[in-house]
C-alpha cells in the first residue's frame, strides 16, 4: 500500500506561486496514476490536475489551465504541482491521491481515486 504526504502549502500573495509536493512512501509511486484535488471551505472536493504514472498524458481544470503546471519525478518517488499567478480562489486544502486500479490516464471524478494524502493547506491573500 502506499501512504502520501503532500507538503509546500503556506501563505501567498495574489500573483505568487508555491510548489506542492506529493511525495509517496512504502510502494514506488511510478506505478500509479496521480491526481491532484482541491477543497475549499464550505465547497466539494475538485479536480486540479493529473498526472499519467509515466508522465506521458496530463489534465488541467479549466480554472488553473495555463497557470499549474504538474509533473513528476519516479526517481524521487514524487510528483510536483507548480502553481503560478495565484488568486484568492484558489485558496484550498490540496490533495493529491492515486488513481484506482493502476488506470493509464487521469480523471476528474475523486471517486476514481482510493489513496489520499492528509492535504495541505494554500491560502492566498489579495
Known amino acids: 500500500q502506499v501512504q502520501l504526504v503532500e507538503s509546500g502549502g503556506g501563505l501567498v500573495q495574489a500573483g505568487g506561486s508555491l510548489r506542492l509536493s506529493c511525495a509517496a512512501s512504502?510502494?514506488?509511486?511510478?506505478?500509479?496514476?496521480v491526481g491532484w484535488f482541491r477543497q475549499a471551505p464550505g465547497k466539494e472536493r475538485e479536480f486540479v490536475s493529473g498526472?499519467?504514472?509515466?508522465?506521458?498524458?496530463?489534465a488541467y481544470a479549466d480554472s488553473v489551465q495555463g497557470r499549474f503546471t504538474i509533473s513528476r519525478d519516479n526517481v524521487k518517488n514524487t510528483v510536483y504541482l507548480q502553481m503560478n499567478s495565484l488568486q484568492p480562489e484558489d485558496t484550498a486544502i490540496y490533495y493529491c491521491?492515486?488513481?484506482?486500479?493502476?488506470?493509464?490516464?487521469?480523471?476528474?471524478?475523486?471517486?476514481?481515486?482510493?489513496?489520499w494524502g492528509q492535504g495541505t493547506q494554500v491560502t492566498v491573500s489579495s
Open positions: 491521491a492515486t488513481r484506482k486500479s493502476f488506470a493509464t490516464s487521469p480523471a476528474p471524478l475523486s471517486t476514481e481515486y482510493d489513496t
Open positions: 512504502g510502494r514506488t509511486l511510478s506505478i500509479y496514476t
Open positions: 498526472i499519467s504514472w509515466s508522465g506521458g498524458r496530463t
